[in-house]
């Protein structure tokens, strides 16, 4: 079955600095990987997605995602952060449930807090 | 186009009953997913609906149903509700135009607290 790994459970940043999130995930084929943002209380926001293509893709809010095939990773990039991008960020991937087999359904990582110092 | 909402918002419901919760879709979209969310684990599938039919199903107990109406509106029932059902219930949908559910819009959540 499909995994996805987020390794960094908080990470803290002073607003203007650039962001790195990471996210790792482990399927045979090829997937559909999402990043998604949560604020506390609140539901989950796309912010980017990957299904082929162009490996850089662009989403909203100056965040942006490579796909490195290689080293089965999508990370999540941002130059320059702001206070408002405190929140919970989620990464996930689309694949079958089963190896080879059954439905698709949609895998989520643990998430990353971040915080921004001021 | 309106968002994906979900009724109620706060639930508060004690041991041993049962609670039903709705999401209305975006308009045009025929797939609708179902996920709980808990500090400890996280975010976990419970089903996807597809056409008034459950495509895919999470590895929940019985107790977690649900449907889907000809609208597309979607309803999760719990039954028997226990302790660790407490969480923010989400519900996407999906205009599901392949047989791979593609990009899902979140709903704001019900958040339950059993007691």
């Known amino acids: 079955a499909q995994s996805v790994t987020q390794p960094d459970i908080h990470i803290t940043v002073s607003e203007g600095a650039s962001l790195e999130l990471r996210c790792n995930y482990s399927?045979?084929?090829?997937?559909?990987l999402f990043w998604y943002v949560q604020s506390p209380g609140q539901g989950l926001q796309l912010l980017l997605k990957?299904?082929?293509?162009?490996?850089l893709v662009q989403g909203i809010k100056g965040f942006e995602a490579e796909f490195k095939r290689s080293q089965s990773s999508f990370n999540l990039r941002k130059p320059s952060v702001h206070w408002s991008d405190a929140a919970e960020y989620f990464c996930?991937?689309?694949?079958?449930?089963?190896?080879?087999?059954?439905?698709?359904?949609?895998?989520f990582g643990k998430g990353t807090k971040l915080s921004v110092i001021p | 186009k309106a968002g994906v909402t979900q009724t109620p918002r706060y639930l508060i419901k004690t041991r041993g009953q049962q609670v039903t919760l709705s999401c209305s879709p975006i308009?045009?979209?025929?797939?609708v997913s179902w996920y709980q969310q808990t500090p400890g684990q996280g975010l976990q599938f419970l089903f996807e609906?597809?056409?008034?039919?459950?495509?895919n199903k999470g590895n929940f107990p019985g107790r977690f149903s649900g449907r889907q109406f000809s609208n597309s509106r979607s309803e999760m029932n719990v039954s028997t509700l226990e302790l660790g059902d407490s969480a923010l219930y989400l519900c996407?949908?999906?205009?599901?135009?392949?047989?791979?559910?593609?990009?899902?819009?979140f709903g704001p959540g019900t958040r339950l607290l059993v007691l």
């Open positions: 308009s045009g979209h025929r797939s």
């Open positions: 609906y597809f056409s008034e039919t459950q495509r």
């Open positions: 399927y045979g084929a090829t997937p559909y």
């Open positions: 996407a949908s999906s205009p599901r135009t392949s047989g791979r559910v593609e990009t899902q819009y």
């Open positions: 990957y299904f082929s293509g162009d490996t």
């Open positions: 996930a991937v689309n694949a079958r449930a089963y190896s080879g087999a059954g439905s698709y359904q949609l895998t």
